[in-house]
């Protein structure tokens, strides 16, 4: 009965270990907070709001997609994230595609990647929101 309980207490803790996240995978929700047209719709500057454990580094790649007629404005810009532990905003600048359409007020889908590393280990994980876009 003793080793049985011991097997059941020690499969616990390795399941524990296993599903406990690591600092780069504890990144809370990203949510895109504001949206502002720069330079009459050739860019937009995109800020989240990122929560990710202090120690953990990496980047934000964001992508923008809005229907600007009958195409669709997209362009895409990046960030660095240096973790502090407490809610932050990171502002990136998304240049439109060179050739495409512009952005300009209105609707538009925002995604992306966060990329975090600590001393152990990378991870990340993608977002999806819809933002409006202002001047």
Known sequence: MRRLTTTIALLGLSLFALLTPTAASAA???EVTSATLVARGVAVDV????TC???ANG???VSLRQRSGNIVAHGSGW??????????AVTTRVLADAGGAVFHK???LANGLIELCSEDAC????????VRITR
């Open 59 to 61: 980047g934000a790649e």
């Open 47 to 50: 800020t989240l709001t990122v």
């Open 53 to 55: 454990p202090v120690s």
């Open 28 to 30: 809370g929700p990203v």
């Open 123 to 130: 991870d990340g994980g993608p977002f999806n929101n819809t």
């Open 79 to 88: 960030a660095p994230l240096n973790c502090t532990g407490e809610p932050q």
């Open 106 to 108: 209105g609707v538009a």
